[in-house]
Nanobody
Framework: QVQLVESGGGLVQAGGSLRLSCAAS????????MGWFRHAPGKERKFVAA?????????YYVDSVKGRFTISRDNAKNTVYLQMNSLKLEDTAVYYC????????????????WGQGTQVTVSS
């Protein structure tokens, strides 16, 4: 079992920044790829970003956040981060981190464990 706990969400004005954190426990953190997804009201859960087991250059983003969001991980701290800059109204959503025991992926169904989510609200 893997437990994931997100934090760092909140209310921010458009153009501002937030950094989300996801703390993992229960298994060797470096053995799984990590992803961030978001779920906006009235919409399906969507992929945001993912990072491979080792991190580094193996990161992936949905086009709408490229250049604004950065995913990173600290395997020593069992934590994955999502730095969000230049936030837009359309970034408002509940953000979830997820763990994939097999490979990095943009498909929600391929992730094995999920956190409870953290709300991000961007205001004008």
């Amino acid at each position: 079992q893997v437990q994931l706990v997100e934090s760092g969400g909140g209310l921010v004005q458009a153009g501002g920044s937030l950094r989300l954190s996801c703390a993992a426990s229960g298994r060797t953190f470096s053995s799984y790829a990590m992803g961030w997804f978001r779920h906006a009201p009235g919409k399906e859960r969507k992929f945001v970003a993912a990072i491979s087991r080792s991190g580094g250059a193996s990161t992936y983003y949905v086009d709408s956040v490229k250049g604004r969001f950065t995913i990173s991980r600290d395997n020593a701290k069992n934590t994955v981060y999502l730095q969000m800059n230049s936030l837009k109204l359309e970034d408002t959503a509940v953000y979830y981190c997820a763990a994939n025991l097999h490979s990095v992926s943009s498909t929600a169904g391929e992730y094995d464990y999920w956190g409870q989510g953290t709300q991000v609200t961007v205001s004008s």
